[in-house]
Structure formats: structure tokens, C-alpha cells
Nanobody
Framework: QVQLVESGGGLVQPGGSLRLSCSASGATLDDYAIAWFRQAPGKEREAVSSISHLDGSTYYSDSVKGRFTISRDNAKNTVYLEMNRLKPEDTAVYYC?????????????????WGQGTPVTVSS
């Protein structure tokens, strides 16, 4: 059973940066596609970024493209989400998720395992 744990969330001022981490127990993360999602208060969950375990290709939502970067460190069994130039609208609980099958044309679907989330607040 894959257990995912997110960390690195917190309070940051607009324009600041945070790095979120997604670590796993019970699994080797490089066997899985990993995605980050977020859910703001009163809003539906939205996809943020994903990384394939097949070729390392990465995908981003339009709202974060150019500001966020997803990456893997297989030696640490961890996936990161580097978030720069943060905006108040980035405020949300951020979740990582894992999938054994990566859907090339639907990079944010098919995720079976989810973490508990880490909160990010962007505010002055």
C-alpha cells in the first residue's frame, strides 16, 4: 500500500517561494506517476502539475506554468513542487497523488493514492 506524505507548506508573502515535498512509504516513487493537486476553500480540487515515471515528462496547469516546477529525487524517494512568484490565489491545501499507469493525453487522471495534504497560504 502506497502512503504519501506531503510537507513544506506554510505562510508566505506574495512573490515569495515555497518548496513542497511528497515522500512515500511502502513504495518506490519512481515506479509511479506523481501529480500535485490543490483545493482552495469553497472551490473544487484542481490539478497543478504532474511528472511521468516513464520518461520524466512534466505537465503544468496554465495557472502555474512558468512559476512552479515539479521534480523527482529518486535517491530520496521524494517528489518536489518548487513554487515561485506565489500569488494569493495560490492559497490552498496541496495534495500529492500517485498512479501506476500514466495517461499520456490525460496527465491529471487515474491517480489512485493520495496524501493528506499540506496547507499553503499566500498573504501579506
Amino acid at each position: 500500500q502506497v502512503q504519501l506524505v506531503e510537507s513544506g507548506g506554510g505562510l508566505v508573502q506574495p512573490g515569495g517561494s515555497l518548496r513542497l515535498s511528497c515522500s512515500a512509504s511502502g513504495a518506490t516513487l519512481d515506479d509511479y506517476a506523481i501529480a500535485w493537486f490543490r483545493q482552495a476553500p469553497g472551490k473544487e480540487r484542481e490539478a497543478v502539475s504532474s511528472i511521468s515515471h516513464l520518461d520524466g515528462s512534466t505537465y503544468y496547469s496554465d495557472s502555474v506554468k512558468g512559476r512552479f516546477t515539479i521534480s523527482r529525487d529518486n535517491a530520496k524517494n521524494t517528489v518536489y513542487l518548487e513554487m515561485n512568484r506565489l500569488k494569493p490565489e495560490d492559497t490552498a491545501v496541496y495534495y500529492c497523488a500517485a498512479a501506476m499507469v500514466f495517461l499520456l493525453f490525460r496527465p491529471f487522471e487515474g491517480y489512485d493514492y493520495w496524501g493528506q495534504g499540506t496547507p499553503v497560504t499566500v498573504s501579506s
